[in-house]
Every structure is written in structure tokens, then in C-alpha cells.
């Protein structure tokens, strides 16, 4: 089954060819980023206007490089949700639009499972390899079931329990700010532009190749600005918005003294941000590259740690990495050390199939499609969506 996917749920606008929810064809996407950089991150309306001009052509493109007509393909998939109602339109409406037009079957993706369904995904390269089932079962490479998923993305930051295709169990979530929404917020805050998590890695490294030269390692520059780490204890949930407010306090050298009366003379108590700022201050500019060692450190710190952890209760063989986050060097080489030990296999998408991208709203949709389900032409968007969670 060759199917046409089409994505647009944020900055991004995609179009790809895949066949049998692996095999890649052709991956167009169509990016942004130095039009949202100047704002320091997504402008809504500037996107969706910008998708409208680039999905057509993004389309033939994907197309073009798969070297097919549209006789050659079978279905066609596009994202309704999450994201910007805008963006998401703009692709819902161009794919229910060519599946009417060409007597296609038409179905609309969970833009979050799509994430899940890169692990999929085989370069252009790969021949394909026998199927226990028609088409749609196990190959060999593919991710064995029951899998703990990592889903770090701007705005999920989530623990998924996944038994079967389609069968997810949400066992933690960010209670406030997710990773890669803080990795953008700090970005901003030390002048590292966006996308933020890419440009604190860079900062990252930087400082550790420093501390590798002079110190022979790199524990020591992560923990230069040791953070704060909020681990919720007896539950898998994440708190990143303490760490962010800390690295504030750091970044500014903040100096807050609020005052309180004893023996009636004014004293000055300080916050223990407030100290970590006022440090940093008196021992002169803080060390951006530094800053971003310690923050970065300091999400990896607990994403891996509870990983670990729900891996180890429910007893799989396996975790996934889904979302922009999981192009992370640091996260992915921190979950293999503490995976490793275990005998639990880590697996995650080539860095290009993390980030938004086509190809895996395709794959997801066929496993959808081989189950027989459809979507009509009255599909909306549906920003705020969230996985299928089973209760």
C-alpha cells in the first residue's frame, strides 16, 4: 500500500510517499525557521499563510521525487490534530481535496502517534523484508510490543505505555511546561535563538569539549550551574518550569531581597534561586555555554531517570523516543546508559524523522488503513488532541 501523507500542523508543510508504513519513496518538507526566528519562535498566522503557499508545491515535489503518478497511489493521510487550527487546516483541507478528487481513500492522522509510528520508518535504501502477517504484521526491525515510548516534543512531554498498535496507556505528563517548550523559553532567555533545544545543544557540547580539554571530563562542565530537579516521587509524571525559573534567576545574576523584621531590625532572607543568581553575579557574566550544559543536563537527568524506571515496572524489551526532542545527542546517549544494563533495546528515528515531517503521517496512517478505517469528508481539525488513551 503506497500512501501520500501530508503535514501541516505547525511551521512545517510536508508531503510524502511511503509504502507499507516503512519504506520511504520521497520526503518533501517545505521549513520555516528563518522566517519565525526573528520573532523567536512560531508567529501563527505567518505560518498558515505560509503553508498555503508551499503545499501544493511541496506536494508535486514529493511526487516528482518518488518518480509515481497518482495512479500509483492507494490512499492519502494528513494531520487534523494537534496543533495550530490554522496550520492544520491548511493540509486537512488540501488532503481531503485530492482523495475527493482522485476517488482515494482519505484518512486524518494523530499528529502524536504519527511521532511514534518514525520508529517505522526504513531509509529509501532498505529492501523490504518478509511480513509474519499481509503487509501489515511484524518485520523484522520493527519496534516489539509491549514498548515504553518517550513522547518530547514543544508541547508534550509524556511516558506511554504501548501494548499494541493503537493500544496506549498514558502513564506520565508534564504537569506544567514540557521539554522542548522550557529547552525554547531558555534559548530565548540566554539570546540562543530558535529552535531553542537545537541551539542548546550546540552551546552544550561547546562547553563540554572545553571541560574535556582542560578537566578530561564532562560531568564536571554539566554540573557547573547544578539545576534543580523536580522528581514528583511515586509518580512518572515531569515538572520543568522550576528549572526554567532557576535558570532565569541564573542567567540575570537576580538579586531579589525581600525583607523581613527581627528584633526589629531589617534582615534580608534570599531564595536559593536568588542566591544561585547573586553567585553568578559576583563571580562576573555567566558562562552561556556553561548555562546550557546545566539546564540541558538537568532535562535529561529526569527524562531518563523516570524512563528507566516505568521500563523497568512494566517489564518491556524496548523504548522508543518520539518527537523533536529526541534528535537530542545527550538524551538518547543518557537513556542508552541507563537502558543498557537492563537489557532493554533503545530505538529512536533518524534525526530527520523527529522533527515534523510527512513520512510519518503516512506510515501511521497505513496501519490504520489496513484495519479498514476511513475518514469522511466532514473531518475537522482538532487542535488540542491527544493520544487515544486507553482507561
Excluded at 508504513?21 to 505560518?47: D, F, K, T, W
Excluded at 496501519?367 to 466532514?378: A, P
Aim: hydrophobic share 40%; proline share 5%; aromatic share 6%.
Amino acid at each position: 500500500m503506497l500512501v501520500l501523507g501530508i503535514e501541516s500542523s505547525c511551521d512545517e508543510t510536508g508531503a510524502a510517499l511511503v509504502q507499507d508504513g516503512r519504506y520511504l519513496r520521497s520526503n518533501v518538507v517545505a521549513s520555516q525557521i528563518e522566517i519565525h526566528n526573528r520573532y523567536g519562535g512560531v508567529v501563527p498566522e505567518v505560518a498558515s499563510r505560509h503553508q498555503l503557499s508551499a503545499i501544493i508545491p511541496v506536494v508535486e515535489t514529493a511526487l516528482a521525487q518518488a518518480s509515481c503518478s497518482w495512479n500509483d497511489i492507494d490512499a492519502i493521510a494528513a494531520t487534523y490534530g494537534p496543533g495550530l487550527a490554522g496550520s492544520l487546516l491548511v493540509g486537512l483541507t488540501a488532503g481531503k481535496t485530492l482523495a475527493l478528487a482522485r476517488h482515494l481513500p482519505f484518512l486524518g492522522v494523530n499528529h502524536l502517534e504519527a511521532h511514534l509510528y518514525a520508529n517505522w520508518l526504513r531509509p529509501v535504501t532498505s529492501s523490504p523484508l518478509p511480513a509474519t502477517e499481509d503487509g501489515g504484521g511484524y518485520e523484522e526491525g520493527d519496534p516489539l510490543f509491549p514498548l515504553i515510548c518517550l513522547v518530547v516534543s514543544g508541547a508534550h512531554s509524556e511516558i506511554v505505555l504501548v501494548r499494541d498498535h493503537g493500544d496506549y496507556q498514558l502513564l506520565g505528563r508534564t504537569r506544567d511546561d514540557a521539554a522542548g517548550e522550557a529547552l525554547d523559553k531558555v534559548a530565548r532567555v540566554l539570546g540562543l535563538g530558535y529552535p531553542g533545544g537545537p541551539a542548546i545543544q550546540r552551546m552544550a557540547q561547546q562547553a563540554e569539549d572545553t571541560y574535556v580539554q582542560q578537566h578530561s571530563t564532562v560531568k564536571k562542565a554539566r554540573n557547573v550551574y547544578r539545576l534543580p530537579r523536580a522528581w514528583l516521587r511515586g509518580t512518572y509524571d515531569f515538572s520543568f518550569s522550576g528549572v526554567k525559573t532557576a535558570m532565569l534567576h541564573l542567567a540575570e545574576g537576580a538579586t531579589e531581597t525581600p525583607q523581613t523584621v527581627e528584633a526589629g531590625k531589617p534582615s534580608i532572607q534570599h531564595s536559593r534561586y536568588t542566591r544561585m543568581g547573586e553567585q553568578a553575579a559576583q563571580d562576573g557574566a555567566p558562562d552561556v555555554a556553561l548555562l546550557a550544559s546545566g539546564f540541558q543536563e538537568a532535562i535529561v537527568d529526569v527524562l531518563s531517570v523516570k524512563t528507566r524506571m516505568a521500563a523497568q515496572e512494566h517489564h518491556v524489551k524496548q523504548v522508543i523516543l518520539a518527537g523533536g526532542v529526541a534528535a537530542n545527542v545527550s538524551l538518547r546517549a543518557r537513556l542508552q546508559q541507563e537502558l543498557q544494563p537492563l537489557g532493554i533495546r533503545l530505538s529512536y528515528p533518524p534525526i530527520d524523522f523527529c522533527t515534523d515531517n510527512a513520512a510519518m503521517i503516512a506510515g501511521a496512517a497505513f496501519f490504520h488503513l489496513r484495519l479498514g478505517e476511513r475518514h469522511t469528508m466532514d473531518l475537522d481539525v482538532q487542535p488540542g488532541l491527544s493520544l487515544p488513551f486507553r482507561k
